[in-house]
């Protein structure tokens, strides 16, 4: 059922007066994302010639056509569907809006869709490969041909992996988003070398799924929940939070509650029915209370847990000799949780025992229709995070609530893989420079580790890949990564991959210019609602231009400058490490239909929408093929209602030989879980050894953490345990988004920019007073490794004891580098004073400047913010190799000559708070020698003989 607007008197008439368009009189046109209302969009019959007035003629009615091209937005992950409107005489882009044919945006984008157009016209954008002319970080460079770009890296490559120095050739990605492209590229090279960000963005919550049930995201059905349980600010940023926030928004319009645990009053807490100001780090707690409360009033939903969660298996490990019988896990369970009062909960959160019991009671009459989100927040915060997930997972467990209407389920039900044209063989190799024997279960690459990683002298990286990346900024320790990336014995050659000058870019050998969203392609599929879909990113002008009917053969020839898109850049780069074939890496890019030719992109995308279910009827009942169906919708929806996936039938082929246990039902073939048998049916359930969702994880007792084994709490190294408030210590939350800017890349947006410049620091009006802090004071942050100056914000909004800090905000140039992102970085000045102590002062601020665009000469804000990630310490969980983000900070006012902006770090600091964390792990090898579980996934799996140290 679709909400139905009522207009009001001031909207109907203005329809009248057609002030605004008539929203309400008609049905929505044929074709549009289910449940997309009606958004005002030309009907796709006209997108290749589309007349409107030219609002900049205004007041002379002076008429335009344009063209309208589809792409999906790169702002951020949910890859919201975007329409690029591009004028047919210049052949520019004129603006973006959402495209209502994409299935989760729905034609709806947040501020960052729309401003694309701001990055693509930036005056100061990278337009032509640059390679450094001097030192490294010197901030010389010159403008060389991509022909001399490729040649040089293929050829080092070539040598790397003759040579078996395969694991010296290293791909770490910022901001990711082509569905399954590097996987073929990485497996072609046979090189283990995927390097992400997720360590310092979601791998907390992800383990904590995980454990549960294998996959490692949660997918909300929103729309149909009844209760909706947030450990995030997701109505107005994070993951996906667009398509999520509209699907929220529909389910509260139809009477859905909205509870949400946050110590920061963000637009979402001001939104929600309850907001429950947790103490940071103590979700888990609340969490298990509120378990304890649907245990003991019998809100659980019986038939689910006796069906799906391997409780037999607890009963046996933890009761033996007590009869296997769901009451006794019952009571097992209560005995388990019995000192998780909501009193015991109030006193470590704050948050009151009767909200815990009232919000836990209305879970339990939610039931199947209670959906919940964490994506990183505190789950990527705290020691322990991962608990987060694992026991906010526990409520849906509990009430039966994974999978169903209105409930939450896995993220891979929901997300499309496409299969490329060739498919090679896993990788031979394991890259212990990402993911090292200490951390066996770490859900992802310790990639901020890399720089004390090559400090030990662990090894080196002789090709090292940096895509739209920025860790110098937004990783903890960042100067420890200007030690790393400056050193040549460390790092033979840094090539970045990024749309925009950086400050990791600043200390590259090449600075590669790639495009942004309408400037590059992309498949794209994410678990946004209880549907599956895949967005297709292309860029617009290319497509718009061969409708002109002009010849362009490849990307870079419709984009500005010499921008270049990376698949085109990876395919041409691994022809040329192998260009004669003799390697056995050119294969892979030979293309389907054109034996010993390579691939165009053209190609590579037809063969995999030729596979898409569905696609080719869709695309054949418009008459065209399914490239030209993507081509001109951008998007299509796979499926639309995916619940209870884990009850799908076992294949018929894998039932043959197959073995079943009594007691619980899993079915083995060969030694390996196929699938489980619930009430005499066989389905394939979820991924984990039991096949069901583990409350109890045999895994975490085999790999040496016994005392993790159920869903618990853990005390976050924050912990209010170990503040002194007398001396001014604080826990600093620094990671909440600000909703209109992007990590590293709103820095070359003018609208951004101007409506987000500073990021003060949040502190509680008690807590102001008891400092003698006021509102716009300068204070000193001091944290393990150094401090930063900022000014501090007095509010309400916040819990007293917590101060928090945006980390979007504080980007830098120096003196010596180029004139870049001028919209939002200071230009600093860096000086070393002595070993590893590190000085940063700004020395000009946000400045208007004279440009083509005349909006450079009318910049009116003058803050660019302070960076504060640079001066936190590396905190890597020894369990899930999160980095956890909360900091113990010490408040005081500034002192005498400090400066707004100022930072200092000592980097030796760091390097010993790195070996403090290192020293809390239990490393490999686990049973048998493996270095990680063989059932838990790892990105880009390697080959399975890699997972046995003494093999790999
Ligand atoms: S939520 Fe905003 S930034 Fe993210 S993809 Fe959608 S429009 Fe782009």
Redesign the pocket.
């Known amino acids: 059922m679709s909400y139905k607007h009522k207009p009001s008197v001031i909207e109907t008439v203005a329809e009248k007066l057609k002030i605004i368009p008539d929203l309400h009189g008609s049905e929505p046109a044929k074709g549009f994302a289910t449940g997309s209302g009606q958004i005002a969009c030309p009907p796709p019959e006209h997108w290749d010639h589309w007349v409107e007035l030219d609002s900049k003629s205004w007041p002379e009615r002076k008429e335009k056509a344009y063209m309208l091209v589809p792409t999906a937005?790169f702002?951020?992950?949910?890859?919201?569907g975007l329409l690029a409107y591009v004028d047919k005489e210049t052949m520019t882009m004129r603006k973006l809006v959402g495209n209502p044919f994409h299935p989760a945006?729905r034609g709806r984008?947040?501020?960052?869709?729309p401003a694309t157009l701001n990055q693509i016209e930036d005056q100061d954008r990278v337009l032509y490969p640059m390679k450094r002319a001097g030192a490294r970080g010197a901030g010389k460079w010159e403008r060389v041909s991509w022909d001399s770009v490729l040649d040089d890296i293929s050829s080092r490559m070539r040598k790397a992996i003759k040579e078996g120095r395969n694991n010296e050739i290293s791909y770490h990605v910022g901001r990711p988003g082509h569905e399954g492209f590097m996987e073929w590229v990485l497996r072609a090279w046979n090189v283990d070398g995927h390097n992400s960000h997720t360590n310092i963005c979601s791998s907390g919550a992800r383990f904590g799924y995980a454990l549960w049930e294998g996959f490692d995201r949660p997918s909300p059905d929103h729309a149909n929940a009844r209760f909706i349980l947030l450990i995030s600010a997701h109505l107005e940023s994070g993951h996906y939070?667009?398509p999520h926030s509209q699907r929220i928004i529909e389910a509260r319009m139809k009477g859905a509650k909205l509870a949400v645990l946050d110590p920061r009053l963000s637009n979402t807490a001001s939104m929600s029915d309850y907001w429950m100001t947790s103490y940071p780090g103590t979700e888990p707690a609340v969490m298990l209370a509120m378990a304890r409360v649907i245990i003991d009033e019998g809100l659980y939903n019986r038939d689910y847990l006796e069906n799906w969660v391997n409780w037999q298996e607890y009963l046996q490990a933890e009761y033996p000799g007590t009869p296997v019988l769901f009451e006794n896990f019952i009571e097992a369970l209560k005995k388990e949780y019995a000192s998780y009062t909501p009193e015991f909960a109030e006193k470590e959160s704050g948050v009151p025992a009767a909200t815990i019991i009232e919000v836990a009671r209305k879970i339990g009459e939610a039931g199947t229709q209670f959906s919940t989100h964490v994506w990183r927040s505190a789950s990527s915060a705290n020691l322990g995070g991962w608990e987060v997930s694992r026991t906010l997972h526990f409520l849906n467990v509990l009430t039966g609530s994974v999978g169903t209407v209105g409930g939450t389920a896995p993220s891979a039900w929901n997300k499309f893989k496409p299969h490329t044209h060739a498919e090679p063989k896993p990788q031979t190799h394991w890259n212990e420079l990402h993911l090292p024997n200490e951390y066996p279960l770490a859900h992802f690459e310790m990639s901020f580790l890399l720089p004390h990683f090559l400090k030990e002298g662990r090894g080196k990286l002789d090709v090292y890949f940096t895509r739209v990346f920025n860790p110098v900024w937004t990783y903890p320790d960042g100067f420890s990564w200007i030690e790393a990336l400056e050193d040549e014995s460390k790092i033979g050659l840094h090539a970045a991959l990024t749309p925009t000058w950086s400050e990791t870019a600043y200390f590259a050998d090449y600075v590669l210019p790639m495009g942004h969203s309408p400037e590059r392609h992309d498949i794209i599929s994410y678990e946004t609602h209880a549907g599956k879909w895949i967005a297709f990113r292309q860029p617009v002008l290319r497509v718009a231009r061969k409708k002109m009917g002009e010849k362009i053969d490849y990307t870079w020839q419709a984009n500005v400058g010499e921008v270049w898109e990376e698949d085109e850049f990876w395919i041409e780069l691994t022809w040329r490490i192998d260009p004669d074939g003799s390697m056995g890496i050119r294969q892979y890019c030979e293309s389907p239909y054109r034996p010993g030719q390579k691939i165009t992109i053209d190609e590579y995308y037809r063969y995999i929408f030729e596979r898409v279910p569905k696609l080719p009827e869709a695309a054949a009942a418009e008459g065209l093929d399914p490239l030209q169906y993507m081509q001109k919708y951008g998007a299509f929806e796979v499926e639309s209602k995916v619940y209870d996936v884990n009850e799908k039938p076992v294949a018929p082929s894998d039932l043959e030989g197959v073995s079943v246990d009594p007691a619980t039902g899993l079915m083995k073939k060969n030694g390996k879980a196929v699938g489980v048998e619930v009430n005499g049916k066989s389905c394939t359930g979820f991924p984990t050894p039991s096949r069901k969702q583990e409350f109890y994880s045999q895994t975490m007792v085999d790999w040496k953490w016994p005392e993790y084994r159920l869903p618990g709490y853990i005390k976050s190294h924050i912990h209010e345990e170990t503040m002194d408030h007398g001396k001014g210590e604080f826990v600093l939350v620094p990671t909440f988004r600000l909703p209109v800017l992007?990590h590293s890349r709103s820095g070359n947006s003018k609208w951004l920019a101007e409506i987000a410049n500073r990021n003060p620091v949040w502190i509680s009006a008690t807590d102001g007073a008891a400092l003698g802090i006021q509102n716009g004071d300068l204070i000193r942050v001091n944290t393990d490794i150094g401090y930063f100056i900022n000014r501090a914000w007095v509010t309400e909004g916040i819990r007293p004891g917590v101060v928090a800090c945006s980390h979007h905000i504080g980007r830098w140039r120096r003196e010596q580098d180029p004139s870049c992102n001028r919209w939002s970085t200071n230009k600093v000045n860096i000086s070393r004073e002595g070993k590893g102590k590190w000085k940063l002062r700004v020395e000009e601020s946000i400045m208007p400047f004279e440009s083509e665009d005349p909006d450079t000469s009318r910049i009116f804000w003058s803050d660019g913010g302070v960076h504060q990630n640079i001066t936190f310490p590396v905190h890597p969980d020894p369990i899930s190799g999160m980095h956890c983000w909360h900091q113990k900070v010490r408040i005081e006012k500034a002192h005498e000559g400090d400066l707004y902006g100022d930072v200092f770090v000592d980097t030796e600091r760091s390097f010993q708070i790195y070996k403090e964390w290192l020293s809390m792990t239990r490393p490999a090898p686990g049973p048998g020698g493996l270095r990680r579980p063989l059932w838990m996934n790892r990105p880009f799996r390697p080959d399975e003989s890699t997972f046995y140290i003494n093999k790999g």
Do not use: Q
């Open positions: 937005c702002n951020c992950e949910a890859g919201c945006s984008n947040c501020a960052k869709g939070f667009n992007i």
